[in-house]
């Protein structure tokens, strides 16, 4: 390594450890305490929490119908929709 390259390197490492010296610290259990002030203020807003959708209409990521079961005959028609050869009671999974 050159000498010009090598202080390039070195300022580099300085200007990132003076960066991580400025950033203001916080204690982990102060962290943690936070955190679960936080979950527990935001807990009924919570769909993972509640079991229902947000109010503020958000689209369900959920790609198959609460109401149903994934072993329903639905599946298995539509199995063998895309696929001619498939029995009528197989399953792919």
């Not at 400025?22 to 769909?47: E, G, M, T």
């Not at 790609?63 to 029995?87: F, N, Q």
């Amino acid at each position: 390594m050159s000498g010009s390259s090598n202080l390039v390197v070195m300022k580099k490492m300085v200007q990132q450890l003076r960066f991580e010296a400025s950033i203001n610290r916080v204690k982990v259990s102060q962290a943690a305490a936070d955190l679960q002030q936080f979950c527990l203020q935001n807990a009924q807003q919570d769909p993972l929490l509640t079991g229902r959708p947000p109010a503020h209409g958000f689209i369900s990521l959920v790609p198959y119908d609460m109401g149903r079961s994934l072993g329903e005959d639905t599946d298995r028609t539509r199995a063998s929709e895309l696929h001619p050869t498939a029995a009528p009671n197989s399953h792919f999974f």
